[in-house]
């Protein structure tokens, strides 16, 4: 059972919305956390739930890049 508050819930259908219409490609990078909270107007926080969510749900997954 996945919990969220009404702002990430929204954040997490409009993201989902933009990878399965290909407006965000598949393995494409994710804007930086500040900048899509900005360009989404929302908390950070509520980003990261929403981000956190994704991850559970299989549609994002963390890479940490290697210099």
Request: hydrophobic share 40%.
């Amino acid at each position: 059972v996945i919990l969220t508050s009404g702002t990430s819930e929204i954040i997490i259908k409009h993201l989902i919305s933009q990878i399965e219409s290909g407006t965000m490609p598949i393995g494409s990078k994710l804007e930086s956390e500040r900048e899509l909270a900005k360009v989404l107007q929302v908390s950070r926080s509520s980003l990261r739930e929403a981000i956190r969510q994704l991850n559970v749900l299989g549609y994002l997954e963390d890479r940490k890049s290697v210099v």
